[in-house]
């Protein structure tokens, strides 16, 4: 278009995002922007729209958030592309809250439908918020939206996560029309809980019942066998999956070595990390590194650490995992190293931290030596954003 010299509109621009989006191309994405800020295209709600998506997406949440609250002409698809911004980049409070602030837009037109519910329930199961989860339910059942498909799902997801394993189940078997993605979270739930056999057995009857698995089934049950010990059958399911023409991730890749490593069988578990057909992520990395904390095999962890401090030099825990594995055996001279390289990239340890719903209010607990004040001051400040929902309390412990 730009090479014959017609110019792109907004409905072009609209258009363009997403697809850029489904690509990856977050930095040609960007560059969009620029040329939307340069011709003025920034009153298109549309056009809004996909920026606050695209940015949710690429995990620049805050760019979004901004471009959200400049907006002046608001739809429910831009509330609905926030409250997914807030829910898929760690602002799960702020998703609820926005739900809630919905209730005040219907004099404006502006009201919740299908999609803002599932954004709201994801953001409840992530924290595990269940009296803030049965709220949304009780809200798509006035609505009449639970018994759609994609609510059902995010229903079973969310109690399944806050452990009502039971209730997740029933309505999975009130469904009528259960798709993969039904299946799916019914299996990751059973596998999140300990409960690994059903996982393993809905895993199989999915088969009898005519759907084919996806992707994310194969990641379900192969960490259901990892932590079931179940390592012939968990190598059969990775390759079914191949014959099944699905191609491996990095999560599937994470998956199998956690089940190798968890099985002692290190030597294959380091082999499948070099036969990977790409670069393997911290995932992978990570699951051997935890392997090789459990079996006590140094100097592969310290292969698997060499990546991982490449890859996440700003998590503390591959530190402290390597650091603690070296004091186990003596070689206290490479754990003060590993000391003195987190320090010396300011990767600080943080605090133990959990937090307990009663009634309405949310009380937090967190641990940490007196010198990471400002840590605690932060944890506890994320806890509590958008306190509206709920008032949150401190509480320290005795020692």
């Known amino acids: 278009m730009l090479a014959i010299k017609v110019k792109p509109n907004s409905i072009t ?25 340069r011709n003025y295209l920034y009153s298109d709600v549309f056009v809004a729209n996909s920026l606050v998506d695209m940015y949710a997406k690429s995990g620049c949440w805050n760019k979004g958030s901004d471009i959200f609250y400049r907006m002046d002409n608001w739809n429910v698809v831009s509330w609905n592309a926030m409250i997914a911004n807030f829910a898929q980049n760690g602002a799960e409070l702020e998703a609820i809250r926005l739900v809630k602030e ?15 519910i599932v954004g709201a329930l994801s953001a409840c199961g992530n924290l595990s918020a269940l009296k ?43 469904i009528s029309n259960k798709d993969v993605a039904s299946w799916n979270a019914m299996i990751l739930g059973y596998g999140m809980q300990g409960e690994l056999e059903a996982a393993i057995n809905l895993f199989d009857l999915m088969k009898d019942e005519g759907l084919e698995y996806d992707h994310v089934s194969y990641i379900a049950v192969l960490s259901a066998c990892s932590h079931a010990g179940l390592v012939e059958r968990g190598k059969r399911y990775f390759d079914q999956m191949l014959a099944q023409n699905i191609r491996p991730t990095q999560m599937h890749y994470a998956c199998m ?13 380091a082999e499948l990390v070099r036969s990977m057909p790409f670069e393997a992520d911290s995932n992978v990395w990570g699951a051997l590194l935890g392997a090789c904390r459990i079996h006590g095999n140094i100097e592969l962890a310290q292969l698997a650490a060499e990546h991982l401090f490449k890859l996440k030099p700003g998590h503390c825990g591959y530190y402290i995992l390597l650091s603690n594995m070296y004091a186990e055996v003596g070689r206290w001279n490479e754990a003060d190293k590993v000391r003195a390289l987190m320090k010396s ?8 931290c959990s937090w307990v719903q009663i009634g309405n209010k949310l009380r937090a607990f967190l641990v940490g030596e007196g010198s990471q004040g400002s840590e605690l001051e932060l944890c506890y400040d994320e806890l509590v954003k958008g306190e509206r929902m709920s008032s949150a309390y401190l509480s320290w412990p005795q020692t």
């Open 13 to 37: 621009i609209s258009s363009l995002l997403p697809a850029l989006v489904e690509l990856g191309c977050f930095d040609l994405g960007k560059e969009t922007h620029g040329y939307i800020i």
């Open 102 to 116: 919905m209730q005040d837009m219907r004099s404006v037109g502006i009201e919740y439908d299908v999609v803002s």
């Open 132 to 174: 803030q989860g049965k709220e949304i339910h009780c809200l798509s059942m006035r609505k009449l939206f639970d018994t759609h498909l994609f609510v059902a799902n995010s229903l079973i997801d969310l109690y399944t996560k806050c452990g009502r394993i039971a209730l997740g189940k029933k309505i999975f078997d009130r």
């Open 257 to 269: 070595v956690d089940l190798l490593g968890r099985a002692g069988l290190m030597t294959e578990a």
């Open 345 to 352: 990239r300011k990767v600080k340890k943080n605090p133990g």
